[in-house]
Nanobody, 123 residues
Framework: VQLQASGGGSVEAGGSLSLSCAASGFTFDDYAIGWFRQAPGKEREFVATISWSGRSTHYADSVKGRFTISRDNAKNTVFLQMNSLEPEDSAVYYC?????????????????WGQGTLVTVSS
């Protein structure tokens, strides 16, 4: 399984960014994608996850109402729309693959990881 995350960048507080995670190299017909982030000196933190159908999602409390996770299965791509960004959202964002959805926010349960994309929010 290969995951390619993209879309990071620098924005001012209150701005928006959209991240993408393109998945390839697998034959599973049911899988979940999670987004995690890690700021310098901090532990990896759960952001959001989505089931294969897209009907089930789960968000960290810190991003609820501001971030939206979605997917396009025809393109095996998952998106993370981030609005009302805050300096505290600055981190490297990673997407991760799991062969089924459970709404889990534990990075230990995800099997494959993308390379990360940097998001910087200035005040």
């Amino acid at each position: 399984v290969q995951l390619q995350a993209s879309g990071g960048g620098s924005v001012e507080a209150g701005g928006s960014l959209s991240l993408s995670c393109a998945a390839s190299g697998f034959t599973f017909d049911d899988y979940a994608i999670g987004w995690f982030r890690q700021a310098p000196g901090k532990e990896r933190e759960f952001v959001a996850t989505i089931s294969w159908s897209g009907r089930s999602t789960h968000y960290a409390d810190s991003v609820k109402g501001r971030f939206t996770i979605s997917r396009d299965n025809a393109k095996n791509t998952v998106f993370l729309q981030m609005n009302s960004l805050e300096p505290e959202d600055s981190a490297v964002y990673y997407c991760a693959f799991r062969d089924h959805y459970s709404g889990s926010d534990s990075f230990l349960l995800y099997d494959y990881w993308g390379q990360g994309t940097l998001v910087t929010v200035s005040s």
